[in-house]
């Protein structure tokens, strides 16, 4: 869908690694141990936890769906046609 994926947590890199590597995921994870970047974008949670939000930016830099309620079973389901429709846009 000419789309990159970048995951986001508060982990550390070793903590990161681990995780990519038993969940199999073929994306990476990326590392904000000081929580600036969650706090920059209103996800911190309970000290230091995010809270699991998608961000949409396109290749401008523009915001351009954020979503709240993720639901870690549809969610690549429901990402792929959020990125269906605004691609048509």
Known sequence: MNAELYGLSTDDVVSQAKFVKAQE????LLSDPDGSF???YGVLWRGSLTRRVTFVIDPKGVLRAIDTEVDVKRHGRDLVELLRKL???
């Open 25 to 28: 995921l073929n994306f990476p």
């Open 87 to 89: 691609q048509v846009q």
């Open 38 to 40: 969650a706090r920059k």
